[in-house]
């Protein structure tokens, strides 16, 4: 999954939260540097990734996408279904994606001398053109797709992405369907044997 998807798995609680956004910025036992309620929602990313590599929905996404886009078939289905939560974003949750994305980067702004420096050099970006309310529209989807495809090392074909996604939109909102509510309960289930950590000051 995605930044939204991550972010909005998390829950209402802080420190996981931020933990699971910064989570591919963490590498072995820099893990230690933060507080336990951080590191827990670091592994609680690592687990909702794991969890969605074995799924079988996620599969078929991934299947259908890597004749064209090979082993990049991963990356732009965590955007396809970052996609359907955000269009999607009130069957989901009763606040409206504007306000829920506004504060999650307040959250993150309030909290910017404990994140990873790999984060820190996007994040402003991703804040000033609202990358996660721009996934709900097929143009923020391409936009996102292109930007990724010019930061690889190898030619990734993601700048065609949208053109797939709007060609077999409901194959694959089908698929979001499907999968999304096992992952959200697969989350709830996970926080709730973690506890409830303590928000940061």
Do not use: C
């Not at 910064?22 to 590191?39: T, W």
């Not at 936009?143 to 090392?153: E, I, K």
């Not at 989350?187 to 303590?198: E, H, L």
């Amino acid at each position: 999954m995605n930044y939204l998807a991550h972010v909005f798995l998390s829950g209402p609680d802080t420190e996981l939260m931020i933990g699971n956004f910064i989570a591919d910025a963490v590498r072995g036992k820099q893990i230690l540097q933060f507080s336990e309620g951080i590191r827990q929602g670091i592994l609680l990313h690592r687990e909702i990734d794991a969890f969605t590599d074995v799924n079988d929905v996620v599969a078929a996404t991934k299947n259908r996408l890597r004749p064209e886009y090979g082993k990049y078939a991963p990356v732009i289905a965590d955007m396809f279904y970052d996609h359907f939560l955000a269009a999607n974003f009130e069957a989901f949750s009763p606040q409206p994606l504007s306000t829920f994305t506004a504060e999650k980067y307040s959250v993150l702004q309030q909290h910017w001398h404990i994140l990873p420096e790999r984060v820190k050099q996007f994040l402003p970006h991703m804040m000033q053109h609202n990358w996660l309310l721009s996934y709900a529209e097929l143009k923020g989807i391409n936009q996102a797709l292109t930007g990724l495809s010019r930061r690889t090392t190898f030619h990734s074909g993601m700048e065609t992405a949208a053109l797939e996604l709007e060609k077999n939109y409901e194959l694959y909102a089908q698929e979001f369907r499907l999968f999304f509510p096992e992952l959200i309960a697969f989350s709830q289930n996970r926080i709730a044997m973690i506890g409830n950590p303590k928000p940061l000051p």
